[in-house]
């Protein structure tokens, strides 16, 4: 065996076999390794002599499952773009849910592995370009400090693949804390009735919250305890400038963990209508949207609970409405204190709100970087560039000293709390494109590993990855591939 540790324990197959499939990963004809995460692998327990062994590519494309496996695709259901469908697992295979060595419980997932029941009139295939852009973003979102599926490996498969044109067909190693989705609720609440979603409830709290599993009203507390994750998920989007792109509820997690890198990207010039996706004509995913988007989503959440809120009916949907309403709030809490962390305050005034929404106005009127702005904030002085000698910028940072020196926030504490709260370097669309492009045409991976390098310390200032901070010159266009998958 080329990889030694894997410690398979797997709970899903004891739910109802209405949410599953067992199903084998589709065979590949050629498998050959492009990249492995080998920090992960060593945190997971992973032992892996040679990365590079053909063996190794076997295992992670699916030709080798590996012992105490017991591979399936998920059953699930979503609303895309605000319609409901039934979905499930169409190109993706859970292999099984490996212990780590500090007890985790984590998926092991294929992406790309090839048809399974849910398949409907797709390949299941994945192809190299978007399953190397999901390993940077992961990773990247990662080392940020986001809640995240993680990236194991990605691997080519020896086939191509048609989308607009050929490409190597590829399949990525997912790890994550579950693939229980609002989508998973959702197709448990039409196919398995009240003592479907009962156990649903149970698994979850079981796998996710085991703290509040003992409760009287545990469907309650699931669902304020997913709301209460997915406002912190949505409070770091918003801090990085992350546009997920697909907020289906069939990529909104129940642990609380970013999952389905598709046409996401992160912003340069700050804007609240940043659409990067081509298929997302009305800006339904737009930036400035996702929170309210996410309350929409709990919101279909909240009604696969309904039968377990309470035996009355309308009490239930009451009670459920109350929970939902309370997002607003705690949303605007949470993300003008975040806010306040990256101007550096560490107190409250009452004035906050607005100094916080001058500055992104200012921001968004001149199309400033969101990522730089932050990262060259400077009690002391103004930034000498053209931009910011702009009066109005010179007002605000004017008004923003005085509200420092007002409070007394040591310059020190503040200082540290902008530094860890703006990264120095995200993953620019532009840069990850640059990097997808020598490793799909020109079988280069070395733009990748040092993209890689530069965004694995996102919030140190390293002169050696300085060109990874700059916006591109010319602004991002939207994709314009599929759901860049
Ligand atoms: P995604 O946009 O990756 O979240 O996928 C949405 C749904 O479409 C999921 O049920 C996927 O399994 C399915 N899907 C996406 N691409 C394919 C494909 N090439 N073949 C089969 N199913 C797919
Ligand atoms: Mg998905």
Not at 49 to 72: E, W
Not at 194 to 215: K, M, Q, S, W
Not at 423 to 451: C, D, G, Y
Request: with cysteine; proline share 6%; charged share 20%.
């Amino acid at each position: 065996m080329c990889i030694t540790g894997f410690r398979f324990d797997n709970s899903y197959p004891h739910l109802p076999s209405l949410m599953y499939t067992r199903h084998l990963p589709v065979q590949v004809p050629n498998p050959r390794m492009v990249i492995f995460n080998v920090s992960l692998a060593k945190k997971l327990g992973l032992h892996v002599a040679d990365a590079n062994d053909v063996q190794c590519a076997h295992l992670f494309s699916g030709n080798r499952i590996p012992p105490g496996a017991d591979p399936l695709a998920q059953a699930y259901a979503g609303h895309q773009f605000g319609f409901f469908t039934m979905l499930g697992d169409g190109r993706a295979i859970v292999l099984g849910e490996h212990r780590t060595p500090d007890h985790q419980r984590l998926d092991i997932q294929l992406k790309g592995s090839g048809r399974t029941p849910y398949s409907r009139n797709g390949d299941g295939k994945a192809v190299l370009g978007p399953m190397l852009r999901e390993y940077i973003i992961s990773e990247s979102m990662h080392a940020l400090g986001i809640p995240t599926t993680r990236s194991l490996a990605v691997v080519t498969t020896g086939e191509q693949i048609f989308r607009e044109t050929e490409q190597p067909g590829a399949i990525l190693t997912r790890v994550a804390a579950s693939h229980l989705r609002v989508g998973t609720f959702q197709y448990m609440a039409i196919k398995g009735g009240i003592t479907g979603i009962r156990t649903l409830v149970d698994y979850a709290l079981n796998r996710h919250f085991p703290e509040i599993r003992e409760n009287d009203h545990p469907a309650l507390m699931l669902l304020q305890g997913v709301m209460d994750r997915q406002i912190d998920l949505i409070v770091h989007w918003m801090r990085v400038g992350f546009v997920h792109g697909v907020m289906n509820t069939d990529n909104i997690t129940i642990s609380g963990e970013t999952i389905d890198y598709g046409p996401c990207a992160f912003m340069d010039h700050y804007a609240q209508d940043t659409v990067f996706s081509s298929i997302d004509h009305a800006g339904r995913y737009a930036f400035g949207k996702q929170p309210e988007i996410m309350q929409w989503n709990l919101a279909r959440f909240a009604e696969t609970l309904l039968p377990l809120l309470h035996d009355n009916p309308d009490t239930a949907v009451e009670m459920a409405e109350e929970t939902i309403q309370t997002f607003r709030g705690l949303f605007n809490t949470r993300w003008l204190a975040m806010m306040r962390k990256k101007i550096g305050l560490c107190d409250e005034a009452p004035d906050d709100a607005i100094l916080v929404s001058d500055l992104l106005q200012w921001m968004q009127q001149h199309q400033a970087d969101y990522t730089q702005t932050f990262r060259m904030l400077n009690i002391d002085q103004v930034s000498p560039e053209d931009l910011y000698q702009h009066e109005a910028f010179k007002a605000w940072h004017q008004r923003w000293r005085e509200r420092l020196a007002r409070h007394a926030t040591p310059s020190d504490i503040a200082h540290t709390h902008m530094r860890s709260h703006n990264p120095a370097i995200i993953p620019r669309n532009h840069k990850v494109e640059e990097a997808l492009r020598a490793a799909s045409e020109n079988n280069t991976m070395e733009p990748l590993q040092s993209l890689l390098s530069a965004l694995a310390c996102p919030y140190e200032d390293r002169p050696e990855f300085a060109s990874y901070q700059h916006p591109p010159e010319i602004q991002n266009p939207v994709y314009q591939t599929f759901c860049g998958t």
